[in-house]
């Protein structure tokens, strides 16, 4: 069993920048597709990207450039570094975890949330304009 903590969610202005991390703990190991979600109060839950271990990081295209996902191996620790933060970003967000045996990272991205089993209890990002 893995289990997830989320940590670095806050309050800043539009424009301003907060990291956040994932902590792995359990029986995790770098055969996971590790993820982020968010979600906005009245909306549905959204991918913001995902990482394998060894792999480049796939930002979503609402984010692409401006947020930057990493992991560190060592401390089996997943990181969304947000830069030129908006209003629209204020969400919950929450990192996800599917064990990869016979479909890519990029598969159960593209099936949403339904397709990760094992999620974080989330840390709430707010910005101002």
């Known amino acids: 069993q893995v289990q997830l903590q989320e940590s670095g969610g806050g309050s800043v202005r539009s424009g301003g920048s907060l990291r956040l991390s994932c902590v792995a703990s359990?029986?995790?190991?770098?055969?996971?597709?590790m993820a982020w979600f968010r979600q906005a109060p009245g909306k549905e839950r959204e991918g913001v990207g995902y990482?394998?271990?060894?792999?480049?990081?796939v930002a979503a295209d609402s984010v692409k450039g401006r947020f930057t996902i990493s992991q560190d191996n060592a401390n089996n620790t997943l990181y969304l570094q947000m830069d030129s933060l908006k209003p629209e970003d204020t969400a919950m967000y929450y990192c996800?975890?599917?064990?990869?045996?016979?479909?890519?990272?990029?598969?159960?991205?593209?099936?949403?949330?339904?397709?990760?089993?094992?999620w974080g209890q989330g840390t709430q990002v707010t910005v101002s304009s």
């Open positions: 359990g029986y995790y190991d770098n055969t996971y597709c």
């Open positions: 990482i394998v271990s060894g792999t480049s990081a």
């Open positions: 996800a975890a599917a064990r990869l045996r016979y479909y890519s990272c990029s598969y159960f991205f593209a099936g949403g949330p339904s397709s990760f089993g094992t």
